[in-house]
Nanobody
Framework: QVQLVESGGGLVQPGGSLRLSCAASNNIFSVYAVGWYRQTPGKQRELVAGITKSELYKYADSVRGRFTISRDNDKRTVYLQMNSLIPEDTAVYYC??????????????????WGQGTQVTVSS
């Protein structure tokens, strides 16, 4: 069973930046699609950014141009660079790895793995 561990969350002022990291316990990022989701209380978890195994990128409209997802397969790590943060970006952010072909809308099934989440708070 793969383990995903996020880090890098915290409190930041509006307009600031944060970089989230997600480390995997094996080389899953080199064979699976990887993504970042976020969730606020009472709402469903939503995709923020994702990369498929064939290097197709997907971003939520609300973060396009401000957030960048990247991965380093040698380090078994995925990153989410978040710039120009706004209060609406406040959420728990989750790292995700999924078997190729599983659509981003699927949140719970076999071969879909999640980290424990890291809190990002954007506030002055």
């Amino acid at each position: 069973q793969v383990q995903l561990v996020e880090s890098g969350g915290g409190l930041v002022q509006p307009g600031g930046s944060l970089r989230l990291s997600c480390a995997a316990s094996n080389n899953i990022f080199s064979v699976y699609a990887v993504g970042w989701y976020r969730q606020t209380p009472g709402k469903q978890r939503e995709l923020v950014a994702g990369i498929t195994k064939s290097e197709l990128y997907k971003y939520a409209d609300s973060v396009r141009g401000r957030f960048t997802i990247s991965r380093d397969n040698d380090k078994r790590t995925v990153y989410l660079q978040m710039n120009s943060l706004i209060p609406e970006d406040t959420a728990v952010y989750y790292c995700n790895a999924r078997e190729p072909g599983v659509t981003w809308a699927i949140l719970d099934r076999r071969n879909v793995y999640w980290g424990q989440g890291t809190q990002v708070t954007v506030s002055s």
